[in-house]
């Protein structure tokens, strides 16, 4: 059966690595169903694979003879040793480097990491810093403006000099008028080191009723669930990035604030629920492109999560036509506020 690959990431990897029976094979960043197989059906059912979010995760468990893990990054005590390692560079010079030493820790000695992605996505940049771990990391091939290197593993690590391991959980204090919130974040997570405009703006705007059910759709860190939550309101907070699950659920906890945190495709996990309000602050971008399919999605899905006269709030870039999706799906839409670069739109359930 000829396979289908994703990316012209993954077809490198096929094209260009030489997976062994037996070997035991990880698979970074992985969100690929049919590079999953090729892996599966070369090196054996050796293989796991860690892919970055909960959509992802859900299609790759259904890869016959793949394991699939939910913590995005390998650990050397469960995970290892490895003898080959496939990453498909994220976007995020941080990001990136959490992989790439990551994967050289889980390898053995003598073990290959093999990373590929686009030329305009980081690919240079994280081929240069994977050769700062392992010596050297030589390009093998290109295809469609996308390149992949290997880097061998060395007998002793040595993280490189203004390296740190930031990718690791740390804390954030964000002053608000409503209090301080101590956030955990890490670099892949959006806005991970700074409070973005947009969200702000949504914070100044919340208007929560207290008892009320909240979603948060996309919740990040969590800031915005657990100022809702602190406002007194009953909140569940949904994102399909794992990590972001993972610094939503660390948030709560280190701010005492209860919250439920959910990996979820939009809606997919609280799709029997009803709220009285939903937030969101989508993503509009898909790679280096801009994509409003998912804020359109999100729209969608917050109709049929909530009860009649429920409430879907979300910030939108000026430029960005959200409402023209809210006005098609409720019926209504209006602007809450607007500071020249972000809008907060409002569409009611009335039916």
Known sequence: MTLKFLSPTSALFAQMVNLRPGERVLLLHADDGALARWAVQTAGKAVLAFPPSYRTFNALSQVSGLEVSESVYPDSSQHGPADIVLLNIPKGREHAQAYI????????????????????G?????????????????????????????ATRPEQLTLPEGWSTSWQSQTRLFSRPEGDFTIVTMPGVFSWDHLDDG???????????????????????????????????????VDDDLLAVRCARASAEINQIPCMVLPSDVTSAVSDQRYDLVLSNPPFHYGMEINTALAQRIVRDAFGVLRRGGKLRVVANRFLTYDHAMRDTFGNVRTLADNRRYRILEAVRTT
Not at 102 to 115: D, Q, W
């Open 101 to 120: 030493w990551t994967a050289a820790e889980t390898l053995r000695p003598g073990g290959r990491l093999y990373l590929a992605g686009p030329n305009d």
């Open 122 to 150: 980081g690919a240079k940049t994280a081929i240069k810093d994977a050769a700062l771990v392992f010596g050297k990391a030589p390009t093998l091939g290109y295809k469609s403006s996308h390149r992949i290197a290997i």
């Open 199 to 237: 969200t702000a703006l949504m914070l100044d705007h919340l208007d929560i009723e207290p008892k009320s059910k909240v979603l948060d759709i996309g919740c990040g860190y969590g800031i915005i669930g657990l100022a809702a939550a602190r406002a007194g309101a009953h909140v569940t907070m």
